[in-house]
């Protein structure tokens, strides 16, 4: 389960972007026989939910963030 939640919050996080230090290649690919995206490093699958209201997705411009002195916003679970 541990690695369950791990893939989860990689995913949430970098989405599929794995970070490799492979080289770049272009590839086709065809149909796939599983109705989920490969997740980080292709070893798992993810499904990715896409029954969200924008509001709900999480979303950051770093951008903009880079230049805010406190980078980190605190969350009040006291209010949930």
């Known amino acids: ?5 791990l893939l989860v919050l990689i995913s949430s996080q970098f989405r599929t972007e794995d970070f490799s230090a492979g080289s770049d290649m272009v590839a086709v ?3 796939d026989y599983y109705d989920m995206e490969p997740a980080i490093g292709s ?13 709900d997705l999480y979303d950051f411009d ?3 963030l880079k230049l805010e002195n406190d980078r980190f916003s605190k969350f009040n679970y006291d209010a949930l």
């Open 1 to 5: 389960m541990s690695v369950s939640g």
């Open 29 to 31: 690919s065809g149909y």
């Open 43 to 55: 070893f798992f699958r993810i499904k990715f939910p896409d029954d969200w209201a924008d509001d």
């Open 62 to 64: 770093w951008q903009q």
